[in-house]
């Protein structure tokens, strides 16, 4: 790996879809507050069976752009329509948030 920017470690396991690893564009990125988790999933309808388990790094491997969302405070998504597209930042609806993260918010 080249260059990770993350500062979870690589092998920190995150949730995706299986529709990324069938070539998807990321276009929702989560990182929750309550337990601290990253979700990276397409704009797919998603089902449980098609929730899969990945390390960051790996992702971090098949789409370089994630690089511009690793910082994204907990508490907080960036959604877009495909790579091609820039990431929009906000609020995840209905979680906790920290206040002071609002500077680090692009």
């Known amino acids: 790996m080249a260059h990770y920017p993350f500062t979870d470690r690589p092998d920190l396991l995150v949730l995706t879809c299986t529709h990324v690893l069938e070539g998807a564009d990321i276009t929702m990125v989560c990182h929750h507050f309550n337990d601290n988790t990253w979700e990276f999933v397409c704009d797919g309808q998603h089902t449980e069976e098609e929730a899969i388990v990945l390390s960051i790094g790996e992702l971090c491997e098949t789409d370089p752009s994630l690089h ?14 495909s790579r091609a597209h820039a990431w929009q930042f906000g609020r995840i609806g209905g979680e906790d948030y920290y206040p002071a993260a609002d500077s680090r918010m692009p």
Request: one cysteine or more; hydrophobic letters at 50%; aromatic letters at 0%.
């Open 68 to 81: 511009l969302v690793c910082d994204l405070p907990v508490g907080a998504a960036a959604t877009r329509k």
